[in-house]
């Protein structure tokens, strides 16, 4: 098994670029969820996800859509970006929301905005 | 809104020491986690905790679920350069999501 994957690894866009970051598991897990991570601020859910089709808001989704159409893939999606969303994010996936034990997390993309 | 607030904030320790860290909650949680991030990757879990009061060891790793469930504690005993790191404190939230503490950072100095 992979794991959790996330592409790419690093990203610098300019203030109202739109881009993806890409994550996938390939464990058949139901629950995803996307997190980023300011320095002092620990890490904070921006969407997630019960299953393909099914998407939610978590505490800081403002500027970001999500989208899952199969199980395996959930795509994080910056409409317009802005330097306040320059963070480290971070997929996550796990069998069910209360599967802590076997929640992962994927290795991260560094986005810079300009 | 809820917090999660973590102390020390960062730790500046010799290889070989015992460390101690702590997280407190505005409100109570019914499950603890306690997670490591090593430098540039993800998150990976190190103990979970169920039941207020309860005591976990996992190698060299104890934490503790307080007994009024809005504190938790983590301690490394013997310090080697790889505990470096950052150290999260986390609970669920009513949908179950988990909601983060602000971190601990360790610096192990050989």
């Known amino acids: 098994n992979a794991g959790v994957t996330q592409t790419p690894k690093f990203q610098v866009l300019k203030t109202g670029q739109s881009m993806t970051l890409q994550c996938a598991q390939d464990m058949n897990h139901e629950y995803m969820s996307w997190y980023r991570q300011d320095p002092g601020m620990g890490l904070r859910l921006i969407h997630y996800s019960v299953g393909a089709g099914i998407t939610d808001q978590g505490e800081v989704p403002n500027g970001y859509n999500v989208s899952r159409s199969t199980t395996e893939d959930f795509p994080l999606r910056l409409l317009s970006a802005a330097p306040s969303q320059t963070s480290v994010y971070f997929c996550?996936?796990?069998?069910?929301?209360?599967?802590?034990?076997?929640?992962?997390f994927g290795p991260g993309t560094r986005l810079t905005v300009l | 809104g809820q917090q999660l607030n973590q102390s020390p904030q960062s730790m500046f320790i010799q290889e070989g020491e015992d460390v101690s860290m702590n997280c407190t909650s505005s409100s109570i949680f019914n499950t603890w986690l306690w997670y490591k991030q090593d430098p540039g990757e993800g998150p990976v879990l190190l103990i979970a905790?169920?039941?207020?009061?309860e005591l976990t060891s996992n190698g060299r790793l104890t934490a503790q679920f307080g007994i009024t469930r809005k504190d938790s504690f983590l301690n490394i005993s013997a310090s080697i350069p790889s505990d470096v790191g950052i150290y999260f404190c986390a609970g669920p939230t009513g949908a179950n999501n988990l909601f983060f503490g602000t971190g601990t950072r360790l610096t192990v100095i050989p």
């Open positions: 905790l169920y039941k207020a009061g």
């Open positions: 996550a996936s796990s069998y069910s929301p209360e599967s802590y034990n076997e929640q992962f």
